[in-house]
Structure formats: C-alpha cells, structure tokens
C-alpha cells in the first residue's frame, strides 16, 4: 500500500503539541509520525501549510435521528423510520464537513443509527464512524417513549438488553431521569429505581457493551455511578427549582472515576431553550464544581434536539468547556483522546499515532492557545480520505 505524508506548522496529537509535524498514512492507517525530518523522494507529501493538526473530533453524545429544527421531535414522530434515515445521513454529513469523524449516538427510533453505521462501514468517507444505542431504555410513557425503548421491571430490562445487543448496538443508554423534551417527565425525577439501574449496567456489561445514563439528578448522579455505568450525561443537578451542586455526591463521582459527558455547545444565533438559558450561570458553576473536584469530564454536544444544535455544534461546545477553569489542550483533550477512551475506541481513535484510524482534521491557527481556531476548518480526513 502507498504511503502518503501530511505537513503541517502544527500538531496536536490528542495529548500534546508539536511544530513541523508529519504524519504518514498508508490506506486508512497512520503508520508513523516525525517532526523535522527529510520526506523520502518516493513519498507523496501534501503540505497543508500554516494549519493546525488534529486528531478528528469525537462527539460521543448525538442524535442523528433528530433533525435540529423548532419540532424535533415531532417532525420525529411524524415520519417513517426510512425518512429518519436519509435525515440521519444529512446529519452524519454535517458532523463530517466540520471535522466529527466519529460520533456516539446515544438515542434514536428503530435501531436508524446502527443501519446508517452499517452504510457508513462500507462507505467510511461519506460520514463519520458512528456508534449506536438504538432507543434507549425508558419507564412506561418516560423520556423519549416515543423512541420505542419502554421498559418496566427487571425481566424487561434484561429481555430489552438481550435484543439491543442481538441487533448489534455499540452501547446501552438509560434514561434514568425524565428530560427536558419529553412532556410529562420531570429531568430531577427518577424513572428507575437504583436496585433497576443497577441490572441495566450489569446486563449491558453481560454482552460486552458500556452502560450510559441520562442522569440530570443527583439522586440519579449517584444510582448511576453505585449502578456502574460507563458514563453519566449531563450530570446538571437539576432540582425542582432550577440547579444546585451535590458536594457528596460530585465527590462519589470523582472517587468512582466515572465520566461525566457534558452536554454543552450553542449555535450563536439560535434561540436556546429558555430553561437552559436562564439556568446557565448555575450550570457553569455546577460543571466548575466538579471539575475542581476532580470528575473526569468530556465534552458532547445532544446535538439534534433544536435549532441551536446543529449536529456540526461540538467545537462551541468545546469552547464553553474553557468556563470551568480548564485550558484549550485540556478542551481539546476532551473532544478527542479522553472522548474515544471514555466510548471505547481510544486504541484507534482520538489521537494521531501510529496504528491510530487516519481521521484528521486541519484548522487555521493554533486551537491550542485560542480554541476558537477549531471553527476554521481547513481540511478534513476520514479512513485516509481527504474528504474537504
Ligand atoms: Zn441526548
């Protein structure tokens, strides 16, 4: 296989940064990386200049089947599961042309993610990897009923594992509190019990797949983490009357290792759901907290559920990360390396190192100084494929 060379100014591998890097691919594989040296005669070089390069983005939290518009989930529930697909490869598109090459889908209707994974296995440079939860477990007429995952009692929830897992899912999601977008559900109340949560995250690990829960709780925070899931997202503390910090529990979450998946990024522009907005100090204060504490955090997007989440929004999202006290590489960090390691695929995804998946993404300026420049995309490569 013919081996190719990538120059750039700069390189963020996923774990630091370096200047005159390049990187040699071969197929869809980086096979080596030097700085400084001489390019072999017989080597192709493309020399993208004065850019910053980085591992492709990780955005381990999405919905492909939610299309980003004013009525999501209604446009949702009114069209067929063949409709939601061809809006899901739009969406996969998207999330590619701004540098995503890999993206968790953590919620959809009809197992759609996991056929558009299969389409995108065999063609990888039309989108990004994608892993999928397929409808995630909810109570009876919970959060996201309307997904198909309802389940009550034990036995179901092992049955409802047992045929996620028979159709192929990368990942079990639970949606132990209501949310936002499903009326009749309340985000601070729980909708499993912790003895419940507790066999969906062993039942999950039964078949070799992570657990993530939807907890915006703290009472749901900390079944969660006792439960033994993978990861928690949101982890906002929500009450009834808005949001308030768990001292205790925030320092379970740091003692378990557990990986919060903070669910951040705006579209500027857009409105944004006036709960959120008026909660948004509270909620930087909350994430603060718990980054101080020590909680292992990255950074998602729930991109698709309004108009302000694009399924292109997780550089902004990566942006509001640096408001708790963390610098750009930090950031960076948690959009790529410490996204992949915490959804499994660390050993071929978020870094640019030999034996690492050729998805990368070229930005003008330094992003590691100014997170910003992730914005100004100058090329993206998935599977070794320049594919802008
Ligand atoms: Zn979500």
């Not at 004013?70 to 701004?98: C, F, M, N």
């Not at 768990?246 to 669910?263: F, L, Q």
């Amino acid at each position: 296989m013919t081996t190719r060379a990538i120059r750039a100014a700069r390189l963020f591998d996923g774990t630091r940064t370096t200047k005159n890097p390049v990187v040699y691919v071969s197929d869809r594989t980086v096979v080596r990386v030097t700085h400084d040296e001489p390019v072999a005669p017989d080597v192709d070089v493309l020399d993208l200049g004065a850019v910053t390069l980085l591992p492709g983005l990780v955005d381990a939290h999405t919905h492909l089947v939610f299309d980003a518009s004013t009525d999501a989930v209604g446009r949702l529930q009114a069209v067929s599961d063949d409709e939601l697909l061809r809006g899901a490869r739009v969406a996969a598109t998207r999330a590619l042309q701004t540098g995503i090459t890999t993206v968790r889908d953590l919620g959809d209707r009809g197992y759609v993610a996991r056929r558009l994974r299969a389409e995108l296995d065999a063609a990888p440079h039309t989108g990004p990897h994608v892993l999928a939860a397929g409808p995630p477990l909810t109570s009876p007429r919970g959060h996201c009923w309307w997904l198909g995952g309802e389940v009550e009692g034990v036995d179901a929830i092992r049955a409802s594992i047992a045929a996620h897992a028979a159709r192929g899912v990368d990942v079990v999601k639970v949606l132990a509190t209501g949310g936002e977008i499903t009326p009749g559900t309340r985000p601070f109340l729980m909708q499993f019990t912790p003895a419940e949560l507790a066999v969906a995250a062993d039942e999950a690990h039964r078949h070799g797949l992570p657990a993530a829960a939807h907890a915006h709780s703290a009472e749901a925070v900390a079944a969660a983490v006792d439960a033994g899931f993978d990861t928690i997202e949101h982890a906002s503390f929500l009450t009834p009357d808005g949001a308030a910090a768990d001292d205790a529990v925030i320092a379970k979450v740091a003692a378990a290792g557990t990986v919060v998946s903070a669910t951040l990024g705006y579209l500027p522009g857009q409105p944004v759901n006036p709960r959120s907005a008026a909660l948004s100090a509270t909620l930087t204060a909350i994430f603060t907290r718990q980054r101080r504490a020590g909680v292992r955090m990255i950074v998602t997007s729930d991109a698709g559920i309004d108009p302000s989440k694009p399924h292109d929004v997780l550089p902004y999202a990566a942006e509001m990360f640096l408001l708790f006290g963390d610098e750009p590489e930090t950031a960076l960090r948690a959009v790529t390396s410490d996204a992949a390691a915490a959804i499994g695929v660390g050993a071929t995804k978020g870094r640019v190192a030999a034996g690492y998946d050729a998805d990368l993404l070229a930005v003008t300026g330094d992003p590691t100084t100014d997170i910003t420049a992730l914005r100004e995309v100058q090329a993206v490569f998935r599977a070794g494929v320049r594919v802008r």
